[in-house]
């Protein structure tokens, strides 16, 4: 059975689902939040240590505005209600990713990740404003300025994902086969589902069964 550390999720479907039943793509974005929470709970459960869970990509900025405006305010309430919720459950939150939005979205997210940062039973890792792209090219110019030699273990150190083990499993929901410029270094040995289910219908009896097949694969990282 493989061990399971490190989960990460492309949450997609939102829009679609709520365009399908409540004639609103902001509507799906609510309704996300709630598979999000069911999510968390059930990845401590599992005893997984962490959950990364792409929120918004540095290409999600071509959103228009209105959207973009809603997205930002669900994740400025969520931080507001749920942080000491996070406090006493233990959980760590972690923001990967560019933080340049509004001067209060920036403290809220600071102050977050300060207030929780000794905890240890679940790491969160939130990606926002997130591109792997940009993470890589930023990486790679901290290299240089610090005249670090150019190897895979100095790399490492400047990517926001320092000290955080690679994903084991990467879960896409939305029907979708494509990465969409998440944690393209990280993901070289992860095993990957994608699910035709738009992520507000992803459920807990979803995540297990794919838990559950993860951990009967062969894997192999190159050996036999
Ligand atoms: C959520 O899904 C991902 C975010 C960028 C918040 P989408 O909003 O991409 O939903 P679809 O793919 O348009 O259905
Ligand atoms: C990926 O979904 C980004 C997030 C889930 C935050 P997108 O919906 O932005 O991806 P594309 O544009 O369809 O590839
Ligand atoms: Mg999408």
């Given at each position: ?30 309704a996300g ?39 930002f305010n ?151």
């Amino acid at each position: 059975m493989n061990p399971l550390n490190h989960v990460a999720i492309i949450m997609d479907g939102n829009g679609r689902w709520g365009l399908k039943y409540k004639n609103s793509r902001n509507a799906g974005h609510k309704a996300g939040l709630n598979t999000v929470e069911k999510i968390i709970k059930e990845t401590i459960k599992n005893k997984i240590k962490y959950l990364t869970l792409y929120a918004f990509s540095t290409e999600n900025w071509k959103r228009p505005k209105r959207e973009i405006n809603f997205l930002f305010n669900l994740l400025e309430n969520f931080l507001i209600n749920r942080i000491e919720e996070l406090q006493k459950k233990n959980i760590k939150l972690k923001i990967i990713g560019v933080k340049s939005f509004s001067d209060k979205l920036n403290k809220l997210l600071n102050t977050s990740e300060r207030k929780t940062s000794k905890n240890s039973k679940l790491q969160i890792n939130l990606a926002l404003n997130y591109g792997s792209k940009l993470e890589l090219i930023n990486a790679f110019k901290d290299l240089n300025k610090k005249k670090d030699k150019i190897n895979e273990k100095n790399l490492v150190k400047y990517l926001q994902t320092h000290n955080i083990p690679d994903p084991d499993l990467l879960i896409r929901t939305g029907n979708t086969k494509r990465l969409s410029n998440f944690l393209l270094w990280q993901l070289a040995y992860s095993e990957i589902f994608f699910v035709k289910k738009l992520w507000p219908e992803f459920n807990e009896k979803d995540y297990n069964m794919i838990i559950k097949k993860f951990k009967k694969i062969k894997r192999n990282f190159g050996n036999v």
